[in-house]
Nanobody, 116 residues
Framework: VHLVESGGGLVQPGDSLRLSCAAS????????MGWFRQAPGKQRELVAN????????NYADSVKGRFSISRDNAKSTVSLQMHSLQPEDTAVYYC??????????WGKGTLVTVSS
C-alpha cells in the first residue's frame, strides 16, 4: 500500500484546511485509515482514524469538534477537514493505513503551519 498526502500549508489561527490522502496498491486489504501528526520535539500522535465502515471514527480529544475525518472506499482516499486551527496544531501530518494482516503503512507527511 502506498499513501500520498496533499493539502498542507501555512494558515492563520482560526482558519480551516483540508488534508487528503490517496492510497494505491493493495487497497482492497485496507481495514482502517487515519491521520497522525508530529510536532517539533514531540512524539507522533493519533489525530483521527476511520475504519472501513465510515461511521466508525475515533478522534484525539484535542481535535474533537474541530476536525472531521472522512473516507471514500471506492476511491481509496481519506480526508481530514480541519477547522479553527490553532498554533498548537502545527505539525507534520501523516496519513496511515492498516491492512488485514495488521501491517501499518505511512505516507511521507505534509506540513501544516498555523501562524499569524
Amino acid at each position: 500500500v502506498h499513501l500520498v498526502e496533499s493539502g498542507g500549508g501555512l494558515v492563520q489561527p482560526g482558519d480551516s484546511l483540508r488534508l487528503s490522502c490517496a492510497a494505491s496498491g493493495q487497497t482492497w486489504s485496507i481495514v482502517a485509515m487515519g491521520w497522525f501528526r508530529q510536532a517539533p520535539g514531540k512524539q507522533r500522535e493519533l489525530v483521527a482514524n476511520i475504519r472501513h465502515d465510515p461511521s466508525s471514527t475515533n478522534y484525539a480529544d484535542s481535535v474533537k469538534g474541530r476536525f472531521s475525518i472522512s473516507r471514500d472506499n471506492a476511491k481509496s482516499t481519506v480526508s481530514l477537514q480541519m477547522h479553527s486551527l490553532q498554533p498548537e496544531d502545527t505539525a507534520v501530518y501523516y496519513c496511515s493505513a492498516e491492512d488485514l494482516d495488521g501491517n501499518d503503512y505511512w505516507g511521507k507527511g505534509t506540513l501544516v503551519t498555523v501562524s499569524s
